[in-house]
């Protein structure tokens, strides 16, 4: 393919993903102000979101051992486009995705629940790959989006472990994974605790 064409076709590509991300980020910001409004409790915490960039699309096809092709990386990647939901409590990450399940406009296409079932390193999170419709000006285009929802508590862990890895390339030293495993079931305790006391104070509202 012409250099020029495929770098346009790539251009396209991720703006249709910038699109899909603003629909999101509206749609979930309407469930916070609205479900704050009723119940005076938000169940989202924070949201950020990104557009994976080139090079880190390059690198993630060639992980997978897929051809390093920009212009098809949406065929191959289900996470071009991400959004990172953070909620309050665990129950909140549940209600999130329900909230999200039932807009007849969004499909759910896959579910991966590292939250009830963590990740031999201690990551849990809540990822759904959604689909989203968004209108162009001559077309609809049904684009698939990343979304993972997590607690503060999953949230601070995971974020620290990336960090924390990165300095080390694949040089890890003995016990510094059990040791962040260890950090990950404190970070799962704290969750149940605090989802304890939230449910006492609802009780008693
Ligand atoms: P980035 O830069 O965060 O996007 P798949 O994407 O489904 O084809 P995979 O790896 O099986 O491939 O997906 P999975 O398990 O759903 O995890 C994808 C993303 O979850 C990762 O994206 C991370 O954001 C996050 N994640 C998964 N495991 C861990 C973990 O052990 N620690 C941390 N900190 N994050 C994790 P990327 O593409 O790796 O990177």
Redo the contacts with the bound molecule.
């Keep these: 393919m012409d250099v020029g064409v495929a770098d346009d076709l790539l251009r396209r590509s991720l703006v249709v993903h910038k699109f899909a991300v603003e629909e999101l980020m509206t749609k979930l910001r309407i469930l916070s102000e609205e479900f704050d409004l009723v119940h005076r409790h938000d169940p989202i915490e924070h949201v950020t979101q990104r557009v994976?960039r080139p090079d880190?699309i390059l690198d993630?096809l060639r992980r997978?051992g897929l051809p390093a092709d920009l212009a098809l990386a949406a065929e191959h990647?289900?996470?071009v486009a991400?959004v990172r939901v953070v909620c309050p409590f665990v129950s909140d990450v549940y209600r999130v995705r329900d909230m999200l399940a039932r807009q007849s406009d969004l499909e759910i296409l896959r579910t991966?629940d590292y939250v009830a079932e963590p990740?031999p390193?201690g990551?849990r999170?809540l990822?759904l790959i959604v689909r989203i419709p968004v209108f162009l000006s001559d077309r609809v285009e049904h684009v698939k989006v990343?979304v993972?929802l997590r607690t503060i508590a999953m949230d601070f862990w995971?974020?620290l472990?990336?960090k924390l890895y990165y300095k080390y390339d694949d040089q890890v030293p003995a016990g510094f994974v059990e040791e962040l495993t260890n950090t990950a079931a404190i970070a799962a305790e704290l969750d149940a605790r605090m989802e304890a006391l939230h449910l006492e104070v609802q009780r008693d509202d």
């Design positions: 994976k880190a993630k997978k990647l289900d996470d991400g991966k990740k390193n990551y999170s990822h990343e993972q995971a974020t472990e990336h």
